[in-house]
């Protein structure tokens, strides 16, 4: 091998993690955060660590894609048993410490979104995007111009924050712990009502105006309906839990992958949906504006 650390980085970048430019590997086998190719000026969303004693190897992912990907300079079955064995050591010693910094991110993360919920305005009603949705202000608060919404688990503690500017752009407060953590829309659930579990916020909003009578929280996106599905059956077993995805074919496919794996109901997308809909605030959207559901 002539240049292990741009075959590293190259082996990145086959995972998806493109490291921005200039960014430099420093092979020293310590964990190192650097931008990735993306990230907003500050962030820090790529991490590495790259050994180049024997076994030359690494590891890298991107925290914000949940993207993690190992390099070995040589096949495993073309190391000794003496590399082996280190790789093996190796590999346990950082699974423990990116473990470890994970939790640290997820702390320091909880903190910062305490400090700006405690310190976030009511919401205005008339926020573009709550005029746009159709939807009341609820739990929103606003921090900058931006509605702030609370993502906490089953126990009521805050694990983070999304934020909606007035265009609709949504980004969550950066290090987040989000698997299994969701905006609690239509109160904070109890296992006393059925639990029905969208994707956003403002169709969590929509069905909670529909169903007045069951509990409606926002799984912040397709790829968590699962993770909050399944830990409202464990504390659950015998609750009524509806899963609502949206209507594109992803948002279908994780919606029945949670419904089966949680042994919940699906609700199915309505019999005509409008052009342009992709969801049930958007159908709700368009039956206001006297949208024709046969055009």
């Known amino acids: 091998m002539n240049n292990p650390v741009e075959s590293f980085r190259a082996a990145l970048a086959d995972a998806g993690v493109i490291l921005a430019a200039g960014s430099q590997i420093i092979p020293d086998g310590k964990l190192h955060r650097v931008p990735s190719a993306d990230d907003r000026a500050g962030q ?27 390099w070995t300079a040589k096949r495993q ?13 190796r590999i346990e010693r950082e699974r423990a410490e990116a473990q470890a ?24 009603k008339r926020h573009p995007y709550l005029v746009r949705k159709g939807v009341a202000v609820g739990i929103a608060r606003m921090s900058r111009g931006a509605l702030v919404l609370p993502v906490v688990d089953f126990t009521g503690q805050l694990w983070g924050l999304q934020f909606i500017d007035e265009q609709g ?4 407060i950066s290090g987040m712990a989000k698997q299994g953590h969701f905006i609690p829309t239509g109160g904070h659930p109890d ?15 929509t069905l909670s105006a529909l169903q007045p009578n069951v509990c409606t929280i926002a799984a912040c996106d397709c790829g968590n309906l699962l993770a909050v599905a399944l830990e409202a059956r464990r504390r659950w077993p015998a ?9 594109d074919a992803i948002g279908r496919q994780k919606g029945q992958e949670a419904a ?5 109901r ?3 997308p309505p019999a005509e949906i409008p052009p342009g809909c992709t969801d049930w605030n958007d159908v709700a959207a368009a039956r206001r504006q006297g949208v024709n559901h046969g055009a």
């Open 266 to 268: 699906i609700l199915p």
């Open 191 to 205: 296992g006393t009502r059925p639990l029905w579990i969208a994707e956003g916020h403002a169709t969590a909003c």
């Open 44 to 70: 820090r969303t790529a991490w590495y660590r790259l050994h180049l004693d024997a076994p030359v190897a690494g590891a890298g992912g991107d925290w914000r894609q949940g993207i993690s990907t190992r």
């Open 260 to 264: 089966e794996k949680a042994r919940a």
């Open 101 to 124: 910094e994970t939790e640290r991110r997820h702390k320091e993360s909880a903190q910062r979104a305490a400090r700006i919920w405690a310190d976030a305005l009511p919401a205005d």
């Open 77 to 89: 079955t073309l190391m000794s048993a003496a590399e082996r064995a280190e790789l093996a050591r």
């Open 169 to 172: 752009g949504k980004r969550f």
């Open 239 to 247: 609750l009524d839990i509806v899963v609502g995805p949206d209507f």
